[in-house]
């Protein structure tokens, strides 16, 4: 029946879902008026929307209002009648069924062997390659047990893990999305060994894919014919699809062409369609007392959903919305170098849902899943999970204060029992009239789960309980819930032995007081605690900084290293870097091309660069002197004074592919106010390097000419005196770029 053929038969009071706040209201008059709306709009539109009283929201299906506390200002506070579940499930079944019918549904793909893994594929980080715990660049190899060892130990392990292996880096160079997995340390074979531990150890492998990156030079075939071959090389599980409202069906075809399947995650919900080859998604959720069912989850239950809730410090909101939803989590602390680790008591929370799923997981995708089975205590939200003669109830406490005694109520059947699986006990039923009462605690913002059995559980369910009853002697608030910001360290510099002459193609800069004053351009993050770095005068990291400091005099390279003078070092000193991937990358046969003797040297990693440094006798410049040397004292915005000037530095590249960087002399009216050279606009220029547990950094000063278009989300320019922009690093081959140069800096006396 539609809706308007509805305001015929229902009578004047009735219950409503939110839209008119499940209380009590005249609906006949609202109803004929809404129909007035929907006709006029059918008139534009050409069609009726499906019909529901309760419409998604994005990705999010809504509860019945009445079971939401009501203020006063809001109107008459009501309680739901019994009827009120009931209608509102019919209504969320009749419109699942019909939606089935107009999208012409095929679950298939959903019982591809490959990818049934996802089903149960509850704790997923999103893992940047420059995480510490991943790759130690000392020792030239992939730490994959160490990465687990420590999820295991904080959080009880992860399911699937996304490599991140791309932005916020790319864009310094033209490497696309592809290139940047091919620069990980050890190629693509190197990759693919690190697969094999993920996969040792039970835990799949996802990729990003971005197809925002079309201002990078393109694959040499067709986007999806390039990701699957590069997944397949690199025995990756499946694609993450950043900012992408679900995964063409190309790309599903692609890896399934070449017998390779892939599981295709689009960050945004695709549309209901696209759930036939989307088996995963992420869920960007929002969070009401009242929760909120998966759109997707709810179309096929088979459907895996990771909850991204990045910025978010508070994790309980996560977990128990993707708890009440048979769903996971994407259990991301990394977020671009910026730590937001997961707290002590988040952490516990985390281990003891992850487990309870784990258990409980073909239960999970139970195609009679019951969402917000009717429970006593309000703040207490429950799914049923049948599955054969067995059913599991996931349960979640809203609240903030611990609920004890009656909980909810189960037909009595001969033969069954009850058993709290979260606290490992067996349940004593009380029998009243036709239903039978289970009674148990559940705390605060905590979380409970109900098996149903006829006779002895078996050993899976056994082991669980007894894992959970271990695990669940001390209570989820007994753990520390304070988020703490990481501390960064500012990598050591030797000084170099002082000198007083005037070294060879070197400017002195005098020093003394010297305000820095200086801003990252981190894309995301805001002003919050943990963006950018930390210098030594500072108690955290952050994008605003500003210190006045006494700066010893010094000497700074009037050009940038040029090609003819790294030609030297490699000659005199034979310098042979550990990880040659990319190095001197636009070199032939050991020397640079023709012509390129004055253009500044690029594909050089900070280690390649320091390298240089001490056979010269230098040091790379701390970012203070490099600024000083560029801005004086003046606080001017450009070396050459307080307005751009485009004649100073070169033209940029805004095509697919790099040209290559100017001579370093080619524009002297962008010289500093001491006569330093070609410090804005052509390339990047090494500074400091800082670390914390985590993460490695260093400061990259200058921009360059180099400059992809088509996408907010490429590397940041910061040609501005006040500017800097920050490089993870990994190791030296992903490290390196055709847009980063270096210049030396002595100490002076």
Known sequence: MSFCGMASRLPNEAFFSDKYRNRKVDVFPVMLKSCLGLLLGALSLGAFAQDTLYPPHEQQIPAPDCMNLHFAWEGPTTTCPPFVHERWLRDLEHWRAERRIRIAYDGSRYEIPALQWTQSSFIQPQMMVQDRYLYDPAAGKYTVDRYLDDLEKRYGGIDAVLVWSTYPNMGIDDRNQLEMVESMPGGVEGVRQMTAEFHKRGVKVLFPMMMWDQGTHPPARSWPDAVAALMKAVDADGINGDTQDGVPLGFTLAAEKIGHPLAFQPEDGPSDEGLAWNVMTWGQYSFPFLPMLDRYKWLETRHMVNISDRWAPEKTNDLQFAFINGVGWESWENVWGIWIGITPRNGEATRRVATIERGVAPFLVSPDWEPLYPMHNFGVFASRWPLGKETVWTIVNRTAYEIGGRQMDVPPMPGMRYFDLYH??????????????????????????????????????????????????????????????????????????????DPEGMVKIPGGTFVFKVRGTEIEGGAADGVDVQYPWEDSPRRFHEHEMDVAPFFIDEYPVTNAEFKKFLDAAHYEPRDRINFLRDWKNGTYPAGWEKKPVTWVSHEDAEAYAKWAGKRLPHEWEWQLAAQGTDGREYPWGNRWVPANVPAPVLGRTMTSPENVDAHPNGASPYGVMDMVGNVWQWTDEFEDEHTRAAILRGGEYYQPQGSIWYFPQAYRNDEHSKLLLMAPGYDRSGGVGFRCVMDAK
């Open 424 to 501: 490992g006990v067996e349940l004593t039923p009380e029998i009243e009239g036709a239903e039978a009462v289970l009674s148990f605690p559940i705390e605060g913002n905590g979380f409970g789960a109900v098996l149903a059995t006829p006779g002895e559980p078996g050993p899976r369910m056994q082991e669980l309980m007894k894992r959970m009853a271990a695990m669940t002697v001390k209570p989820l608030k007994d753990w520390p819930n304070e988020p703490a910001v990481l501390k960064q360290a500012i990598i050591e510099t030797t000084r170099t032995e002082p000198i007083a002459g």
